[in-house]
């Protein structure tokens, strides 16, 4: 049972357009990260947000946890060609082992020049 | 600089053969996990270790295995490759101590099972 649902799976802008992705849950999680993948390469850790409405922002892209702490999403603002990967969400359980990470499906990004 | 390393990169094998994916990590984690990715399935948990001597079973371990005799590696073993198996592995490790556990992959294993 996939316990984070990531929508959109597959997405292709134009350059210089904006988009967001979301990650969704009926459970609650301790913290809520995301990656960005290229192809042949592992998953690199963009951003963790641990409380419940958290905002952060790196550059052109704005994370945001929900108050509730089951959602997130990914807005990203001008997207370029270089913000082309896959996005993976993961959610940190608050009981059981917190070491333990569950992963989204994952958002397909295509920035097209 | 510290890093996470994967082998082989890319292993093609037969049915029923026995197959180890190397994984050597030099950040001194304590934890360390296999996952494999799967299109429309992102990463699930095969196996993973907290420290030397301890392994447990993710929620796809079965024909999997894992063994840490040390805190550098995690080799993955596929005791009897089947065809469901291919896919590409990657391995992760962290050190959690507080707050969230945040994982450095490594590069990654495809691996086809024919």
């Known amino acids: 049972t996939q316990l984070l649902e990531q929508s959109p799976q597959f997405l292709s802008i134009q350059e210089g357009e904006n988009l967001t992705v979301y990650c969704n849950s009926s459970s609650v999680f301790s913290s809520l990260q995301w990656y960005r993948q290229e192809p042949g390469e592992g998953p690199v850790l963009l951003v963790t947000?641990?409380?419940?409405?958290e905002v952060k922002k790196l550059k052109r892209l704005t994370f945001q946890f929900g108050d509730a702490r089951k959602d997130s999403s990914l807005h990203i603002t001008a997207a370029q060609p270089g913000d082309t990967g896959l996005y993976l969400c993961?959610?940190?359980?608050?009981?059981?082992?917190?070491?333990?990470?569950?992963f989204g499906s994952g958002t397909q990004l295509t920035v097209l020049p | 600089d510290a890093e996470i390393t994967q082998s082989p990169r890319h292993k093609i094998t037969e049915t029923g053969r026995q197959v180890t994916l190397a994984c050597h990590q030099t950040?001194?984690?304590?934890?360390m996990f296999w996952y494999r990715q799967d299109l429309g399935h992102g990463l699930r948990l095969i196996h993973y270790?907290?420290?030397?001597?301890d392994t447990n079973k993710g929620e796809v371990s079965d024909g999997y295995s894992v063994s840490r005799s040390n805190t550098e590696d995690l080799p993955l073993t596929l005791e009897s490759a089947a065809s469901s198996q291919t896919s590409v592995y990657f391995c992760?490790?962290?050190?959690w101590g507080t707050g969230a556990n945040v994982l450095t992959f490594g590069a990654g294993s495809r691996l086809t099972v024919l």
């Open positions: 992760a490790s962290s050190d």
């Open positions: 270790s907290y420290g030397v001597h």
């Open positions: 950040w001194n984690h304590n934890n």
């Open positions: 993961a959610g940190g359980r608050p009981s059981g082992s917190a070491r333990q990470l569950t």
């Open positions: 947000v641990v409380t419940g409405g």
